[in-house]
Nanobody, 126 residues
């Protein structure tokens, strides 16, 4: 069974950076697209970034373009979300998710993902 574990969340000030990790076990990460999602209090879960298997393609929500980067290290079975220039509105629980897809583009649609981590809290506040 595929398991995903997020780490790297925390409390930072506006303008600072965080790097989230998503450690995958149970199957080889290389066959999965990876998505990062977030859910703020009282809001739905929204797609933030995604990356296809082998990292050929990525996509980002408009709200994070130019600030966030997604990457993967299949040798370590780990995916990453680098978050720069953080804003208070980035405060949320961040989740990684995986799906074995064979499309040229990844998706930010939460309904497409089968397996999820438990989430890690990111708080941006002065």
């Amino acid at each position: 069974q595929l398991q995903l574990v997020e780490s790297g969340g925390g409390l930072v000030q506006p303008g600072e950076s965080l790097r989230l990790s998503c450690a995958v076990s149970g199957f080889r990460l290389s066959i999965y697209d990876i998505g990062w999602f977030r859910q703020a209090p009282g809001k739905g879960r929204e797609g933030v970034a995604c990356i296809t298997r082998a990292g050929h393609s990525t996509d980002f929500a408009d709200s994070v373009k130019g600030r966030f980067a997604i990457s993967r290290d299949d040798t370590e079975n780990t995916a990453f979300l680098q978050m720069n220039s953080l804003k208070p509105e980035d405060t949320a629980v961040y989740y990684c998710a995986a799906v074995p897809r064979l499309f040229s583009q990844c998706t930010l649609s939460r309904d497409e993902y089968n397996d999820w981590g438990q989430g890690t809290q990111v708080t941006v506040s002065s």
